[in-house]
């Protein structure tokens, strides 16, 4: 996925930069960049957002090409919805054995019980993933400089 912007500054010693983009109104792909943007498609208005330069040789007002690897929205979306998907199996599958450690009769009702646990328990463990993970790790990336200032 990638969007194109204007850079309107660096800062923090060149690493970074913030640009302005808008989403492109043309492109019927995944629409992932109405959510990295915070931004309906619709509304087609301009936003800044926050970008690792790469050690490009970069400056204000440069229109540049922003990049979120494949391999990054890949990792996105196995955290957001396969880490969820998994635990409420799990929760489900191990749910008639919790009820044979406490001597209750296993139930359709102690399955929905334990799947949802499984999904709590998920929610619990993609919070802590992303408390402790590094704040650039899903963080565009300029690719490339398209024209120069």
């Known amino acids: 996925m990638s969007l194109q912007g204007k850079i309107i500054s660096i800062y923090n ?30 509304a087609n208005t301009e936003s800044e957002i926050d970008a690792l330069t790469n050690d490009l040789d970069v400056h204000e007002g440069d229109t540049v090409k922003l990049e979120l690897t494949e391999y990054q929205g890949s990792k996105i979306a196995f955290i957001l919805y396969g880490i969820p998907i998994i635990c409420f199996l799990i929760g489900m599958l191990t749910a008639p054995y919790f009820c044979i450690l406490l001597q209750i009769p296993s139930s359709d009702l102690a399955r929905i019980i334990g799947s949802f646990s499984g999904l709590l328990i998920s929610t619990a463990i ?4 992303l408390k402790r993970t590094n704040k650039d ?13």
């Open 126 to 129: 993609i919070f802590i993933y």
């Open 13 to 42: 010693d060149g690493t970074r930069a913030k640009v302005l983009v808008k989403p492109i109104p043309d492109c019927h792909g995944c629409q992932a960049c109405a959510g990295i943007i915070k931004m309906s498609k619709a």
């Open 137 to 149: 790790t899903f963080i565009m990336r300029i690719s490339e400089v398209l024209t120069k200032n």
